[in-house]
């Protein structure tokens, strides 16, 4: 392992995962803490979920949202994916000096905007300002609680179950990429930012039983959450390359970057493991849902290749979708 | 009001809080984004605290501790002072590529280990990367939980009550400035970075009626805290001079530097004002725990200069302490 850090590690794949397992978890304790997107927390009365998310994204406005929007979808799909209804979350600003002022307040509004549609109150907060050229105009941490009040049970992923995602791949991580890059062909790709409590509410209110796993693909993408399933599991996971659903846009400029749309990083998209016979049935609620509208079931659990994310091809080949180790995509998120 | 953000706006004192005011509560509410240190809240079980912080501080080690010694504090004393028990709290991590791996893990032994002696979980995390040039080394944000499962009751603050500090003032501040400006006869000075959960507990466990405010002053120091607590109040804070535990370095790096120790940032300093008739007692429990050796009623509520915060001099004459504009010491936190 480096003995400097390194971009890679902080790019969801397994650089990352090494220093959080040998440098993070050596530490504070396996057990304790949790590599789920929240920690789930006994307080005496109801359980709780506690999560926490830095956000670092560069440029800090985008099509789509801002890194307000971003920081508070962020930690309220932490907390939706583990079955919580997010309730509380913090704001802790790191600015830069010279930071425009109008710029922080349109982020604030941002923030303030996405925490009322996504019912969830800004209740705690900090701020620190460092010299210029000690930070990136703005960082924004954001911690968040949810409550445990509904009984979602979680039961064991076997093969055959079905993997759901609620709509297109890639859009985050693709209009950040093409801002970026000064791709001016890409005009109408925009980030895909979204709270997904309520969607994922609606599911798991009618199919308390059927999901056995929710998480958000953000950094490291679609590819990155399956790998983590899988890796040292007698299963694998499969996708369905004629089924995912990817932007035309998302295709054009992933082709030009030369990136895999699996692992781009998704701020509005939900992966589901459900249980086969209510894999059809989840589709159409989501579908109900304004963050639904695309969903489809991408794939399955299988025996082949145990321990891998695999994607079959419409002409019936196989690609192994291998664990990133270097980052792909720096400051998506 | 500035329109680019300027150190001052980190300051803890009335640039930042203008910038609190106008700029963040103004959007996400003056009822619930709390000025207090940490937001109370139901969750339908036991009450719960929520707090977040961000620590900035350069250098990252200092004699006493380090960034991760006062990221854990820092947190778990915020819970504190609010009357909470802390439980659990979070690590995020901002790193700057080529940040030296053996720092980091030294930081994170600094957390384990500070973290095992309050009592509390480190639980959830995040870690970002950022290129060379765009963070300071390593930014921390531990966010935190407490549950409110003893009944601490606060009553109003009126003239007579007393101001008790549980030791000496502006270790962590002054402590930074010296290793900053290379004041090699500071030796021996060093930060009071402590978690003080335990000696707040061993207080309003004795004396569940009798604190009525308990704050930690960091950023901005005790004159910081005070002008606060009697801001827009018919009552004023009243220091006495001769009764303030100072160190002699502490005094001797002030005096060169030209800063009051009263401003000095503390790191395992908690301010509390009590019922007049309690205050002996309560200094007397406070000396019993190692962080309280050298409490001492330091002030009391008072009815001269309304809204002020003064001291009240050796020989006799009074000395306000204005609510500081500038930052004075940046980054201490």
Redesign the interface.
């Known amino acids: ?10 790019s969801g794949g397994k650089l ?1 995962n090494d ?2 397992e040998k ?2 978890r050596a ?3 396996r057990d ?3 590599l789920d997107d ?2 789930v ?1 006994p ?4 359980d ?1 979920a ?7 994204i560069t440029p800090i406005f985008f099509p789509g949202g801002d890194i307000g929007t971003l920081a508070v979808n962020g930690t309220v799909n932490d907390l939706a994916v583990m079955g919580s209804r997010p ?2 979350i ?13 710029d ?2 349109r982020i ?2 941002s ?2 905007s996405e ?1 009322d549609r996504a019912g969830v ?11 210029a ?4 105009r703005i ?1 924004i ?1 954001t ?1 968040g ?1 949810g ?1 445990f ?1 509904a009984k979602v049970s979680r039961g064991d992923i076997v093969p055959g179950d079905k993997i759901i995602v609620n709509g297109t791949i890639g859009d985050h991580g693709m209009a950040i990429m093409a801002l970026r890059n000064n791709l001016s062909f890409s005009r109408g790709l925009q980030s895909d930012c979204a709270h997904l409590n309520h969607m994922i509410g609606a599911v798991t209110g009618r199919f308390p039983e059927s999901v056995k796993f929710m998480r958000d693909p953000t950094r490291g993408g679609v590819a990155s959450v399956l790998n983590e399933i899988v890796q040292g599991k007698p299963f694998s996971a499969r996708l369905f390359e004629d089924a995912l659903p990817v932007r035309d846009e998302v295709k054009g400029v992933c082709s030009i970057l030369g990136i895999d749309a699996l692992y781009a990083a998704n701020e509005g998209k939900a992966l589901f493991i459900v249980r086969a016979e209510d894999a059809e049935p989840i589709v159409r609620i989501l579908k109900e849902t304004p963050e639904g509208k695309e969903a489809a079931i991408i794939g399955d659990i299988n025996k082949e290749f145990p321990g891998r994310a695999y994607v079959e091809t419409t002409i019936g080949g196989r690609r192994i979708l291998p664990l990133l180790t270097e ?1 792909q995509l ?2 998506i998120c």
């Open positions: 392992m480096s003995k400097k850090i390194v971009a890679g590690h902080g990352m220093m959080i440098v993070i530490r504070f304790g304790i803490l949790q929240a920690a927390l307080t005496g009365g109801a709780i506690f999560t926490t998310d830095t956000f670092t309730l509380y913090s704001c802790a600003l790191i600015l830069e000096e010279g930071l425009e002022l109008g922080l307040e604030l509004d923030m303030k925490a109150k800004i209740v705690t907060g900090d701020t620190k300002v460092v010299p050229g000690k930070a990136d960082f941490n911690s609680i409550v009040d980052e720096p400051r």
